[in-house]
């Protein structure tokens, strides 16, 4: 028997194929009968934001998503029990069809040896309703449970794009399947269970594992906490594309999602570094999806030696971030090696660079890395990308090796490069030759007379006489001065070698650069 639609706010509702909400059930004046005003989920479905005539009815949150229709065009409602029956018993009639399906097929074919055979034995086994273990109803009119005594071995059940609405009925439909493990109530929209009804449900719920709410519209990271103190043996827990803007650093959902190992939250907005550390005090997670959040930034708060890992994400193994705009993905990356047991990244390669070139650089700066983007890194691989690392930092390691804090600035930035070096030694054999052939020398000159002294840049193979007639400008000699007697002074002063042929180049004489001559 179809139910028929017993109407109150807040209940579900499906005009052909489109979902709504009721917000209003009355008269309208200047007609006759009772009016029922639906709040659409598509925002451009309806025709009005809930006021008709200057008469306001109703609120809803986009300008268009109301409508005022009569009853007659409801879907009328199933229960939960009616939808199953119907979808997996094998009727006689349905037999008929499939075989006259099947025949037409093996015309179009001109298979004529292609036997129809077994269409009983798999009608009896979908007729025997107490085998089943996986469930889906997807899309059907269900508003509530029924008498489920005979699902008694079920332990998924999709009831996703539902009439389901009030937490109430959920917790109905999960009391009377005890062997239930996951439920996918997506594209539903749930009323908010009062305070004294959260315990009471929870006991219902204490054999749940996975819970599945894709679009439903919850709107923020409290109302999530809020709910999961419904689920008290949660581990899998998927709120993708519910608006949520941030996650709240509140010290109850620590207890909420206390045993939770994979969070979904794709297709939220959470873009900020706040609600990815906030994440982090999550203390059973291993799998955090945050595919398509408009994050910009991985950062986390404490200051971590190059040698240490940060306290957060203690238990994380795989993390997604594809279609997130990451401006800096190294810095990313220097970020995720901070993680004790992160295992898998996916993300989409920097588009500046090669897809090798940002496979390189990950998996050269984080250290446990095992897969990216589902693919296993092999020990060459791995090798390969720390000898990049090696050569692409090796002249800034250079810059700043004699400075202790400089080069602890570049550690704490580059965390790979002290495991690296470890590995591969010291990277002074890569780095370019930048010293410079010159044939200048630099010269300390002395008056000895005087004690005068000047500094000059020469030629190593200017020969003495045109050295002397340079030093003769530099010391305002007279002109015409007698030729000068010159002497190369060691740098110790202990000993003057006469530097006598004036037609000799100094490097004759051995002269080096910072070497001092002497003339009288």
Not at 98 to 119: N, P, W, Y
Not at 197 to 216: G, P, S, V
Not at 252 to 257: G, K, Q, S, W
Not at 512 to 519: A, L, Q, R
Request: hydrophobic share 40%; charged share 25%.
């Amino acid at each position: 028997m179809i139910l028929q639609n017993h109407l109150e706010r807040g209940v579900r509702v499906k005009v052909g194929q489109h979902f709504g909400t009721v917000r209003y059930v009355g008269e309208v004046p200047n007609t006759d009968g009772e009016w029922i005003g639906i709040e659409w989920d598509d925002p451009v479905r309806g025709k009005h934001s809930g006021t008709v005539n200057g008469v306001q009815y109703f609120q809803t949150r986009s300008p268009n998503a109301g409508s005022l229709i009569r009853g007659e065009k409801l879907t009328k409602f199933e229960t939960l029990e009616q939808a199953i029956t119907k979808k997996y018993t094998v009727t006689k009639d349905t037999l008929r069809i499939d075989s006259e399906m099947l025949r037409e097929v093996q015309k179009q074919m001109h298979a004529t040896l292609f036997e129809i055979v077994g269409m009983e034995k798999v009608g009896g086994k979908q007729s025997n309703l107490s085998d089943l273990l996986d469930v889906s109803v997807c899309c059907s009119p269900v508003n509530a449970a029924g008498d489920l005594s005979r699902f008694s071995n079920l332990q998924m059940l999709d009831v996703s794009s539902t009439l389901l609405w009030n937490w109430n009925v959920i917790g109905s439909i999960v009391e009377q399947i005890p062997t239930l493990q996951e439920l996918n109530l997506s594209n539903n929209r749930f009323v908010d269970p009062y305070e004294e009804q959260i315990a009471l449900l929870a006991a219902k719920f204490h054999n749940i594992r996975k819970i599945i709410l894709k679009n439903c519209a919850l709107g923020s990271w409290s109302e999530v906490v809020r709910l999961a103190r419904l689920w008290p043996a949660i581990e899998y827990l998927s709120v993708e594309q519910n608006g949520i803007a941030a996650v709240d650093d509140e010290a109850p959902y620590i207890v909420a999602l206390s045993r939770v190992k994979l969070l979904d939250l794709q297709n939220n907005s959470i873009a900020d570094v706040e609600s990815l550390q906030n994440l982090g005090r999550l203390p059973a997670l291993e799998e955090l999806q945050l595919n398509g959040n408009g994050l910009r930034e991985v950062r986390f708060a404490e200051d971590c030696p190059h040698n240490e890992k940060v306290e957060l994400f203690r238990h994380l193994r795989t993390l997604y971030l594809r279609n997130n705009p990451l401006q800096d993905q190294s810095s990313a990356f220097n970020e995720l090696d901070k993680l004790a047991r992160l295992e898998h990244v996916t993300l989409d390669p920097d588009p500046s660079v090669s897809y090798e070139e940002t496979v390189s650089r990950i998996v050269g700066s984080i250290a446990g890395l095992r897969k990216f983007n589902r693919a296993t890194i092999n020990e060459k691989l791995r090798r390969d990308s720390e000898c990049d690392m090696w050569k692409l930092y090796a002249n800034r390691w250079a810059e700043v090796r004699n400075d202790a804090q400089q080069l602890k600035a570049f550690f704490k930035t580059h965390r790979m490069y002290p495991r690296v070096m470890e590995r591969l030694g010291s990277p002074e054999q890569v780095l370019p030759d930048t010293r410079k052939i010159t044939n200048m020398i630099h010269l300390q000159l002395l008056n000895e007379l005087t004690g005068e002294k000047r500094e000059k840049k020469v030629p190593k193979r200017i020969i003495l006489h045109t050295l002397q007639n340079l030093i003769v400008k530099l010391f305002g000699l007279p002109d015409g001065t007698i030729a000068l007697r010159l002497y190369l002074l060691d740098r110790k002063r202990r000993v003057r070698m006469p530097l006598e042929n004036h037609g000799k180049s100094l490097d004759f004489y051995s002269v080096e650069d910072n070497d001092t001559i002497v003339f009288e």
